[in-house]
């Protein structure tokens, strides 16, 4: 019985520092825990392939080119994204993983990192106290983030892969939006009652009758088929 308890502390110490392993990092800011193989979809109808990732924080396309450099990608055309069973569409310059859709639009996801959860506010006199120099870098490149390498540490696939987990752990906070003729809404009461042509009367008593949840993609589906609809 002793024996058999080990083993089972053993596979959920396993199991727990391969979870860790896959979270983003202060030097490893991205939505995939690896460049993954995927089909950039264009307008024209035109598709590329290749190794993508999203970056946390400006939502932003990168990928591995051939000389095993990350870069951003060419977004000229763009209209969406496959990477395995995930969706994405490019709304606004942003990279948005689908959670719904209809002939009306689409419920996206934003995944946003929170740098501000790994700096402390503790420094003298009131000043930052940052966790690390790891860190340090970090917010220092906050100015050169429309380069291809913004926020990165190095332009080096395997260097930076190979420190993604020498660093603080990077929280994420996640928020839906409506798209609707290709712009992005708030997934709140708020936000869609102030659209144009909305009866703020009419649309609440759609959202009672219907039950809806703000934070259920099936939910604002209804929503943005009550919108189109009109």
């Known amino acids: 019985?002793?024996?058999?308890?080990?083993?089972?502390?053993?596979?959920?110490?396993?199991?727990?520092?391969?979870?860790?392993?896959?979270?983003?990092?202060?030097?490893?800011?991205?939505?995939?825990?690896?460049?993954?193989?995927?089909?950039?979809?264009?307008?024209?109808?035109?598709?590329?392939?290749?190794?993508?990732?999203?970056?946390?924080?400006?939502?932003?396309?990168?990928?591995?080119?051939?000389?095993?450099?990350?870069?951003?990608?060419?977004?000229?055309?763009?209209?969406?994204?496959?990477?395995?069973?995930?969706?994405f569409r490019f709304v606004e310059g942003k990279m948005l993983k689908v959670m719904a859709e209809s002939k009306g639009g689409s419920v996206v996801k934003e995944s946003r990192a929170n740098y501000s959860a790994i700096v402390k506010k503790d420094g003298a006199m009131g000043t930052t106290a940052l966790n690390s120099t790891t860190t340090k870098t970090f917010l220092y490149n906050e100015n050169v983030i429309n380069q291809y390498n913004g926020y990165l540490l190095t332009d080096v696939y395997k260097d930076l892969h190979a420190m993604k987990d020498q660093s603080e752990r990077l929280p994420v906070n996640s928020n839906l939006y409506l798209v609707i003729e290709h712009r992005l809404v708030p997934a709140n009461k708020k936000s869609v009652a102030a659209l144009e042509g909305i009866d703020k009367k009419e649309f609440s008593a759609f959202l009672k009758t219907e039950k809806i949840q703000w934070n259920e993609p099936q939910d604002l589906i209804k929503v943005i088929d009550y919108i189109t609809a009109k």
Request: proline share 3%; net charge neutral.
């Open 1 to 87: 019985m002793k024996r058999f308890l080990l083993i089972c502390v053993g596979i959920l110490l396993v199991l727990s520092a391969s979870a860790q392993n896959d979270q983003p990092t202060a030097n490893w800011p991205y939505l995939y825990p690896d460049f993954m193989e995927g089909e950039l979809l264009r307008a024209n109808k035109d598709s590329n392939k290749g190794r993508f990732n999203i970056h946390l924080n400006i939502s932003a396309l990168h990928y591995v080119d051939k000389n095993g450099k990350i870069k951003e990608a060419d977004t000229w055309g763009v209209i969406g994204l496959i990477i395995g069973e995930d969706r």
